[in-house]
């Protein structure tokens, strides 16, 4: 068996394979499977963005392979949830992390500390050789920060504070972050599904 990860984010990927170090399955990217598709990510939610990433990867694959996908995002309470589901497209799919979270801090000024909360939500499918499809669902509660701290994780890391830990999650270790994270909570129990899949 292997599994095949759904993902073209490199920040992504490196968390999934330590995550997922200790399942007896050997682990391809999309690109070192050969694979590359286009997809349709056009779902409302994380979970239907999700399986349409893990469908349409899955019908590139043999049929002994099981397909996982992430869909996340970053829901800003203060903006309505945004931006959520367009978390990567945000100003734009080739805008830099810098200028996204200087813009999401921009428009929070004002906003009082009590306010500022939000939430990293992380969905998993997995698309399984037999054609059922399934998804875990993983969030960490957090606040949005005054500016970038941090160098650790990649994307809205720098500005997402977390209160208990006085640090965001760009300043937590890799191993802090997957140990309390939306991913590392998801990833967790898809495990628990890929394991009784391969009973
Ligand atoms: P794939 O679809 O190829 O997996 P993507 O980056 O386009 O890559 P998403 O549509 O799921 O994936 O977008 C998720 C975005 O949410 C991601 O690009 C980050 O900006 C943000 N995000 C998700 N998890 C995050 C995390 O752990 N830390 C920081 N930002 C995160």
Do not use: W
């Not at 931006?83 to 497209?89: Q, T, W």
């Amino acid at each position: 068996k292997k599994i095949v990860f759904a993902t073209g984010n490199a920040g992504k990927m490196k968390e999934i394979r330590e995550i997922l170090a200790d399942l007896p399955v050997e682990i391809y990217s999309m690109k070192e499977a050969g694979i590359s598709v286009e997809i349709d990510e056009n779902g409302k939610t994380f979970e239907e963005n999700a399986k349409i990433k893990a469908q349409t990867v899955a019908g590139c694959t043999d049929g002994d392979t099981i397909v996982l996908a992430d869909d996340s995002g970053l829901e800003v309470d203060a903006l309505n949830g945004e931006p959520g589901v367009y978390s990567a497209r945000y100003m734009g799919e080739d805008t830099s992390y810098r200028i996204k979270n200087q813009s999401l801090v921009d428009r929070l000024e004002g906003v009082p500390v009590e306010k500022r909360t939000a939430r990293f939500v992380c969905v998993i499918a997995a698309a399984f050789p037999d054609g059922t499809v399934c998804t875990t669902k993983g969030t960490i509660e957090g606040k949005i920060g005054y500016e970038e701290r941090g160098e650790n994780g990649f994307g809205y890391d720098p500005i997402f504070y977390l209160p208990d830990m006085s640090r965001t999650t760009a300043e937590l270790s890799p191993e802090e972050k997957n140990a309390v994270s939306h991913r590392g909570k998801a990833l967790a129990a898809m495990k628990e599904q890929i394991a009784s899949y391969l009973k």
